[in-house]
């Protein structure tokens, strides 16, 4: 019988390897909810990884964070975080300056709206996170995140 990813794909053959079904599950899972916080993020012009620079820079708080600092954070890798700063500025969601200990290095700190606009989606994407693991026990989702976390280091 065929596990919801193989219908979900449509993939005729078994997956032979329980290790990459359970990859394959992962990535998926992974691209549907990005999907849903994409949705939810549309309406404001926000992609994820906006909304991820966004909340890295609310946690940063007034000393801000160079591109670097904001690139090691990121959720998901973005190889152009330059060109997504260009975006948040001229939105007039962040503002650049210099570092004080190294002029050299470029901060980026939010402005009352970007810091508005982060804040906004507070209780949206709460309520996003609560529907999809409505009804998942504490216990397993703590075993989820330990199995995950278990992974990562791996890689």
């Known amino acids: 019988m065929a596990g919801i990813l193989q219908r979900e794909i449509r993939q005729t053959r078994a997956i032979a390897l329980l290790e990459e079904e359970a990859s394959l599950n992962i ?3 992974g691209d549907l909810l990005m999907r849903r916080i994409a949705e939810l993020l549309k309406p404001h012009n926000l992609s994820p990884a906006q909304y991820n620079v966004l909340r890295i820079l609310r946690g940063a708080g007034k000393e801000g964070a160079s591109c670097k600092d904001i690139g090691e954070r990121l959720l998901a890798r973005d ?24 002029r050299r290095v470029v901060t980026h700190c939010l402005t009352k709206e970007g810091l508005a606009l982060v804040n906004a989606f ?4 709460e309520k996003l996170h609560r529907g999809v693991m409505r009804g998942v026990p504490q216990g397993k989702l703590k075993d989820l995140i330990a199995t995950l976390e278990e992974i990562r280091i791996r890689l």
């Open 27 to 29: 990535v998926r899972t």
């Open 79 to 102: 190889p152009d975080i330059t060109r997504l700063m260009d975006r948040l500025e001229a939105r007039g969601l962040l503002v650049r300056g210099r570092a004080k200990e190294d």
């Open 122 to 125: 507070d209780r949206p994407i």
